[in-house]
């Protein structure tokens, strides 16, 4: 019999993290959004990462635009962006509003670059098409 390694103690987790995200899934977004405020700022980040991505999106919505910030500022760069992407501009600003500069700086030029790498693509995309 194999010893218990650091990686099999992961893959149990990862099944723990699964039945964690089924059973998160299974609340309503206002049950979610009304009960997150009160949980650890990095647990609540989690939350989101295990919830459905549109669910996700709705409970966000339904925070305060200060427990937003906070969390954005909780969350990796590339799952902040994936959740500021998916909301309106205003909703964006106000958020935004609600940084510190730096981390403002630091979304707006990974937005930017992505942006660069998405425009670039398309005139690629659409020179070779014409």
Not at 15 to 42: F, K
Not at 49 to 73: G, H, N, R, T
Not at 94 to 100: D, H, K, R
């Amino acid at each position: 019999m194999m010893p218990c390694t650091v990686l099999d103690s992961l893959l149990e987790s990862l099944t723990g993290l699964d039945v964690m995200a089924r059973q998160i899934n299974q609340l309503s977004v206002t049950e979610i959004a009304r009960s997150l405020p009160y949980i650890p700022l990095h647990r609540q980040g989690l939350i989101l990462l295990l919830l459905e991505k549109d669910k996700a999106v709705s409970v966000f919505k339904q925070l305060q635009v200060s427990e937003q910030a906070k969390l954005i500022q909780e969350m990796d760069l590339p799952e902040a962006i994936w959740l500021l992407a998916a909301l309106r501009p205003i909703d964006r600003h106000q958020i935004f509003a609600n940084l510190p500069t730096a981390m403002r700086e630091e979304f707006v030029a990974t937005m930017t670059s992505e942006f660069c790498r998405a425009t670039s693509a398309l005139r690629g995309i659409m020179v070779r098409s014409l």
